[in-house]
């Protein structure tokens, strides 16, 4: 009875860390759908510089949040023995590629939001320090219950701060960082001319429509693969996420009055 019992546990925990491996890279390939879209709607003369940016942009997100970030969320780091670290199926190692694929779309979502605005290596440098620092001090205070913020929502509102799957902590932060990147940046150049802004049409529709889609799909692996382990899925989760998705197109349809750019952000 011990081995059988030992035998469903080793099953159990290696099914949950190819659950969340499966997220990991589900989310890690939305990065592509980050690098298409944003390639797909500069002008033609920037796409290569998007294209580089994006990628080296993932990496230099990688680095920052294993040496520092991921210390500063959850006071975790990876200085052990490879025996150490194979633990349970090496289920920690995995979470942490997961949870810095969320960090990494971070720097993803201000790129798009100041594209053509931003040199190539004082953004890197942004990045580096949003990941290491900035936004894993929000994620801790919101997922490990960082400087008691949780327990004194709680105690004080009747509830702590429940994000499931990075609405506020990952997609707030990432939106309301490229807004004061904005402010502070401005239009881009050439966009006003004598008091008038001059719309720049997507460079590239099929370039946008296949960034959008793989983000489409990779909604799934951040929202559900957010519960991080088997007997956590829920398919409301996965609805809630394929009906807002649908809405968002029908509504960037509607207002955006049959804008192939438009329609294709609103997922």
């Known amino acids: 009875m011990q081995d059988i019992n030992s035998a469903v546990e080793t099953l159990v925990q290696s099914s949950n860390t190819y659950f ?13 759908g980050f690098a298409f879209l944003e390639v797909g709607t500069v002008r033609h003369k920037n796409q290569v510089n998007a294209l580089v940016k994006i990628i080296t942009d993932f990496a230099v997100s990688c680095i920052a949040y294993f040496f520092v970030g991921y210390w500063i969320a959850y006071d975790v780091t990876f200085f052990s023995s490879a025996q150490e670290l194979a633990n349970n199926n090496g ?19 201000i790129s798009g939001g100041i594209a053509e605005r931003a040199k190539f290596y004082p953004f890197l440098i942004a990045s580096a320090m949003i990941v290491a620092v900035v936004y894993p001090f929000f ?34 932060m990432g939106g309301w960082l490229a807004l004061v990147g904005v402010y502070f940046l401005g239009l881009r150049k050439g966009r006003e001319k004598d ?29 559900v693969m957010s519960a991080q382990s ?3 899925i829920s398919g409301l989760v996965a609805m809630n996420s394929l009906m807002a998705m649908v809405g968002g197109i029908l509504a960037a349809l509607w207002f955006g009055k049959n804008d192939p750019g438009f329609i294709h952000n609103g997922p």
């Open 139 to 172: 994620e801790g205070l919101i997922w490990n219950g960082n400087y008691g913020f949780q327990a004194w929502l709680q105690q004080t509102t009747g509830a702590s701060f429940h994000d499931f799957a990075g609405s506020v902590v990952v997609h707030g």
């Open 91 to 109: 289920y920690d190692l995995v979470k942490f590629f997961f949870l810095m694929t969320f960090a990494a779309a971070i720097p993803a979502i």
């Open 195 to 223: 008091n008038r802004l001059i719309a720049f049409a997507p460079s590239n529709i099929p370039f946008l429509a296949l960034g959008t889609w793989i983000l489409c799909i990779g909604w799934f692996g951040f929202n």
């Open 20 to 32: 969340l491996l499966i997220g990991a890279i589900m989310v890690f390939a939305m990065h592509a």
């Open 230 to 232: 088997m007997d956590g």
